[in-house]
């Protein structure tokens, strides 16, 4: 479980909150989305329940984020990577630096935690299986597309295989394909147990897999609601939030006045 207990949060060097008094609690098994337009303050939400801010990136919590009950304040940047995963909003922030192929770069997490070869290799194949990319295991993971990055981004996190995991809009540059199979992935990793926390401008994606929609305005918690409830809600254009296409479509054909065939009472 992931629980933010009245967290606020300065960026060190700054007096201004960037979040301010959030609460969240994400279960066993949970995909919890997250909204709000550029600037709202999700990525730094990402940091913070993550843990990297404030233990690696600095600044200043108020409140208290727990990874199954530990606080975070309280542990080392590697006790953190083996209680949860962060996938960052810009893949080349995410990568190394220090491999030449992709099997590498994938590899690099589960070599870190210290697991045996064999185990290494086997998570590797399937990290990169599962994201459908193994032709791209001898390419430079410096010289990829932007989709191509992104997915190496998330198969090196899921190679590590965290007991939890936050994402930092995770499709941002992906295609259709590559979206549903993250999405696939990341319903397979809730169904271990995991708790996902997952940031989105993409609400159709939210739509098909979260069980609960958190909306931020300003760096507080603007709705929190069930998915079906927040995402057809129509205040959240008012938060820079597109709702998903059935939603929108609906709200159109009843704006217009005209009942579909089956919504006939
Ligand atoms: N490292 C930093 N130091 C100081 N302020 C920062 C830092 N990173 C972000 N901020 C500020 O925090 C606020 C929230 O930014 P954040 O990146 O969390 O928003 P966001 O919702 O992720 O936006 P986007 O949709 O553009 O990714 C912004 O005002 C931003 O300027
Ligand atoms: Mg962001």
Redesign the pocket.
């Known amino acids: 479980m992931l629980e933010l207990d009245a967290v606020s949060y300065r960026?060190?060097?700054?007096a201004?909150q960037?979040?301010a008094d959030v609460s969240l609690a994400i279960g066993s098994g949970e995909i919890v989305g997250l909204v709000?337009?550029?600037?709202?303050?999700?990525?730094?939400?990402?940091?913070v329940a993550s843990g990297l801010a404030p233990v690696s990136?600095g600044?200043v919590l108020a409140g208290e984020v727990r990874i199954d009950g530990t606080a975070t304040a309280g542990l080392r940047p590697f006790e953190l990577a083996s209680r949860v995963g962060l996938v960052f909003?810009n893949p080349n922030t995410q990568r190394s630096g220090v491999t030449a192929t992709v099997f590498e770069e994938v590899a690099l997490g589960p070599v870190n935690l210290g697991l045996p070869v064999a185990e290494t290799v086997e998570r590797t194949h399937w990290a990169l299986r599962t994201l459908r990319i193994e032709a791209l295991a001898d390419r430079d993971p410096a010289r990829l597309s932007g989709g191509q990055a992104q997915l190496v981004a998330i198969a090196s996190i899921l190679a590590m295989r965290p007991p939890h995991l936050v994402l930092?809009?995770p499709t941002a540059q992906l295609d259709p394909e590559g979206t549903r199979l993250v999405g696939e992935a990341l319903q397979a990793l809730a169904g271990t147990g995991a708790a996902l926390l997952v940031?989105e401008?993409k609400t159709d994606l939210l739509d098909r897999l979260c069980s609960r929609v958190v909306a931020?305005d300003g760096?507080r918690v603007a709705m929190d609601g069930p998915a079906a409830i927040v995402l057809a809600d129509p205040a959240l254009e008012q938060l820079g939030v597109e709702r998903p296409a059935r939603h929108r479509i609906a709200g159109e054909v009843a704006a217009a006045g005209l009942v579909l065939p089956g919504a006939i009472a």
């Open positions: 960026y060190p060097g700054y201004r960037v979040l709000g337009r550029n600037e709202s303050g999700k990525s730094t939400l990402c940091l990136v600044g909003q930092d809009e940031a401008h931020l760096g």
